[in-house]
């Protein structure tokens, strides 16, 4: 009887779970099976490893082959763990060194010919094998992926034969070297080419200074699009540690591209067909949904009320935890998603409510049952509420040109910065992040501002929820306007938004 082992890993969320996959080669009647809890695609490796022995030229033994995914009662999922059942088999049929396997994590997916291909997770993979002292060994496309780990041998082959020739000596593998990260200029659109829309304008500069929700509200055509797109040039690039963060999210998801670390914050902007598990996460293998693909980023949902209603009901939580929680019958599954919220919607469903002549007859019943499809919690957790109107065409065609967003993007940043140094390297990464308790203690809230929102609130009837996000909306405007203190202009401002609410 021959037993070898080799390490690979099972996803929960970014984390990699470790599993030892066991080949056992006892007497018996030939047969190739595989236990521990396993799902189609791991069943179907037996034959992807059996076509791609026969490529080598080796036959599997005339004994009873016995594959175990230990622990059993983890559910294994994916592709990846074709390459660890075949190495370790290999170790057990003494064609390479069990001893030197034995240092090593392994996952990908093999071709019918022993070629080896990419899969989902190396980055969260090889950052949990150098926790623990392993090696790993990964497809030749993701072994830059896999260098960012940072410690450990990292061996990336193109096929089986490259294994066993590294492992016998006959050609040694060079370690793959982590791409250069480079920080990336903005390239998209530019908010100079946007006219007029100057109150507009206002509004996304402070939201994204702050890091705060946007809902723009208009008719079809006001531009409601256009300055969400460039809303992305506006944001600072991401910290190494928020790059790393986020780039495990897409590499568990399977996005991760030439093993580049992503520097700049991610736009997703979902067709509002799509479904709560698409948006929230889920399906069969509790893949990241668009909120946690959209973490340290934007997540731009246009024509709003269109999407289907307990996927919109759902973002209520990510939306104050910054995190998903995907339940399953026998585990739970959590993904980061801390991502900015920027909406758009008509404010009816023909879109021209107010305006005459091209309203419906319904008008103005339309728009009443057009904005009930949005909960009152959801469009709590709005800080900027914006009324969009269509700029008139003498303006579009006589308007000078606008600011640029690199020159927005420097004003943001510079707000950013006095963030950073409020709240700390260890505390929130922007003021909409920051709790209540910070707020009073930091937030340097002068005593006429204070009246000023406690009237507002009372009359404007904020819930608790509402009061909190002004005080950081004003915290923002004032980081803008370079005030160490938060005065009543910057309160009125950040109330001017928020009682606009009030009128969907």
Not at 164 to 185: D, I, K
Not at 320 to 340: C, D, K, L, M, S
Not at 382 to 389: E, G, H, K, R, S
Request: charged share 20%; glycine share 10%.
């Amino acid at each position: 009887m021959s037993l070898a082992r080799i390490a690979t890993f099972a996803f929960a969320g970014i984390n990699a779970v470790p599993v030892e996959v066991q080949v056992q080669l006892a007497p018996g009647l030939p047969a190739f099976l595989l236990v521990g809890l396993a799902d189609k695609a791991v069943g179907e490796s037996r034959e992807r490893v059996r076509a791609a022995l026969t490529g080598l030229g080796l036959a599997l033994p005339p004994k009873r082959v016995l594959v175990n995914l230990a622990p059993a009662d983890l559910a294994k999922e994916g592709s990846h763990y074709d390459l660890p059942i075949a190495l370790a088999l290999l170790a057990a049929m003494e064609v390479l060194p069990r001893e030197e396997l034995a240092g090593f994590a392994a996952l990908g997916e093999l071709s019918l010919d022993g070629a080896i291909l990419p899969v989902a997770g190396v980055l969260p993979a090889a950052l949990g094998a150098s926790q623990r002292g392993l090696g790993l060994i990964c497809p030749a496309a993701q072994g830059g992926e896999a260098a960012w780990a940072g410690r450990g041998e990292v061996l990336a082959p193109p096929d089986l034969p490259a294994i066993l020739n590294h492992f016998r000596g006959v050609q040694v593998m060079s370690p793959p070297e982590p791409p250069r990260l480079e920080r990336e200029a903005w390239r998209g659109p530019c908010l100079s080419e946007v006219k007029g829309q100057e109150s507009a304008k206002r509004a996304l500069e402070i939201a994204a200074a702050g890091g705060h929700n946007l809902l723009m509200i208009g008719p079809p055509g006001a531009g409601k699009s256009m300055l969400a797109a460039r809303l992305p040039g506006l944001l600072p690039d991401l910290t190494p540690g928020e790059a790393l963060e986020l780039s495990m999210v897409h590499s568990v998801a399977g996005l991760l591209r030439d093993g580049r670390l992503l520097t700049r914050p991610p736009f997703r902007e979902p067709h509002h067909s799509a479904s709560q598990a698409a948006l929230i996460g889920g399906g069969a293998r509790a893949k990241p949904g668009e909120i946690s693909l959209a973490h340290h980023g934007v997540l731009f949902l246009d024509e709003w009320p269109e999407f289907p209603r307990p996927a919109l009901e759902a973002l209520r939580q990510p939306m104050e935890t910054g995190r998903a929680v995907i339940a399953r019958a026998n585990a739970h599954v959590e993904y980061p998603a801390r991502f900015q919220c920027i909406a758009a919607m008509n404010p009816c469903r023909c879109g021209h409510l107010g305006e005459a002549g091209r309203e419906c007859s319904r008008a103005p019943r339309c728009g009443e049952e057009y904005a009930e499809r949005l909960s009152g919690p959801l469009l709590d957790r709005m800080d900027i509420t914006l009324q969009v109107q269509a700029v008139p065409p003498a303006e579009l065609s006589r308007a000078p040109a606008g600011e640029t967003t690199e020159r927005i993007a420097a004003r943001v940043q510079a707000a950013r910065d006095v963030q950073r140094a409020r709240w700390g390297e260890d505390g929130p990464r922007h003021n909409a992040a920051a709790d209540g308790a910070l707020l009073e203690e930091r937030g340097a809230l002068l005593p006429e501002a204070r009246q000023l929102l406690e009237q507002a609130a009372e009359r404007l009837g904020l819930s608790a929820r509402g009061f909190i996000r002004s005080i950081r909306l004003a915290r923002t405007i004032a980081d803008l306007a370079g005030s160490a203190a938060i005065q009543r202009a910057h309160v009125a401002e950040a109330l001017a938004y928020r009682g606009r609410r009030r009128a969907i």
